[in-house]
């Protein structure tokens, strides 16, 4: 991982990432735990091997919390029993999504639901659960991850960019109900990272050609570039920044 700002307050902080064991959300996991904060992460699948080789090279070991956060009833627990294993969660990272492509002629109910399960409901539900213990605590930072995919108007998967923008108004609203506990509620939206999933799935040389020539800065994301303005938005040095969409994207410049 390249070299990450320090930021004191996040050592000992009791940090909650959704999809933390793979993609960018395991370099949020790995960034946090170098900063010495408590990670607890939820995904679908078994994480001990990634759990493991965050304590042989970090020292410091996350919880996992195997759950689907379509379960609501289950998400909820989970946050409850990392609360119990680590204090309050004072940092909430909403990363898990699913952005699947579809069309929209093909969209029927279940998939539309299930669709909004992962990408919108369990991000308002996670929020719901930890705003009494940041509340109780004086304070705390959410950070929703949403994407650039909507504000570049791409289709091939409208089920997932209308929750994209669902999260910027949930952002906002919560930002300015909850401002008066201390609670700073943003968003983050990533350009085009590179992860193994998108480069197995999407990531065709055509596709990426084309991306990088409306990007102003011509490399690709990885995902440790997300890492850095998650850790700046969870910490008190944005004390000051609230209800805001951060782009990290590379400069794409969104034309017609
Ligand atoms: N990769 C990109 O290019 C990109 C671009 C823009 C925005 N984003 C956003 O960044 C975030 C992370 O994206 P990513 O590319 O790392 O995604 P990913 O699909 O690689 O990883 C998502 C993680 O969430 C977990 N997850 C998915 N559904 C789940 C469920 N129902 N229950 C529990 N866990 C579940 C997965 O297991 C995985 O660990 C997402 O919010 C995504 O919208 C990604
Ligand atoms: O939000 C996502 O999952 C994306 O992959 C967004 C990318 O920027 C998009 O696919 C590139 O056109």
Same mark, same amino acid.
């Given at each position: ?18 999809? =933390? ?32 080789? /965050?304590?042989? +090279? ?6 996992? #919390? ?22 309050? #969660? ?59 995919? %909507?504000? /570049?108007?791409?289709?091939? %998967? ?11 108004? /949930? ?5 300015? +109900? ?27 040389? +055509? ?42 994207? =590379? ?6």
């Amino acid at each position: 991982m390249s070299d990450t700002a320090i930021f004191p307050d996040l050592k000992g902080a009791s940090v909650f990432i959704t999809g =933390g064991g793979s993609g960018i959300g395991a370099a949020l996991s790995e960034g946090f735990l170098r900063q010495g904060a408590k990670v607890a992460f939820v995904g679908r699948s078994d994480a001990s091997a990634f759990v493991a080789r /965050m304590e042989a +090279e970090t020292g410091n070991p996350p919880l996992f #919390i195997q759950c689907d956060i379509t379960d609501i009833p289950a998400l909820k627990s989970a946050i409850e029993q990392a609360a119990e294993a680590h204090g309050p #969660i004072t940092t909430l990272v909403n990363n898990a999504a699913n952005d699947q492509r579809h069309a929209t002629l093909d969209v029927d109910e279940e998939f539309w639901d299930w669709a909004q399960a992962i990408n919108l409901k369990a991000y308002f539900f996670a929020c719901q659960a930890v705003l009494p213990g940041m509340q109780a605590a004086g304070g705390g930072s959410i950070v929703n991850f949403t994407s650039i995919s %909507y504000m /570049m108007g791409n289709s091939g %998967y409208p089920a997932y960019t209308t929750a994209n923008a669902g999260i910027n108004g /949930m952002t906002r609203s919560l930002a300015r +109900e909850f401002g008066a506990d201390r609670i700073r509620v943003n968003a983050l939206a990533p350009g085009w990272v590179l992860t193994d999933k998108q480069l197995d799935k999407w990531a065709t040389p +055509e596709a990426l050609a084309a991306h990088l020539e409306r990007q102003c800065l011509k490399d690709h994301l990885a995902p440790q570039d997300i890492v850095g303005s998650t850790l700046f938005l969870a910490s008190a040095t944005s004390r000051m920044i609230t209800g805001q969409t951060l782009v990290v994207d =590379g400069g794409v410049v969104v034309t017609g």
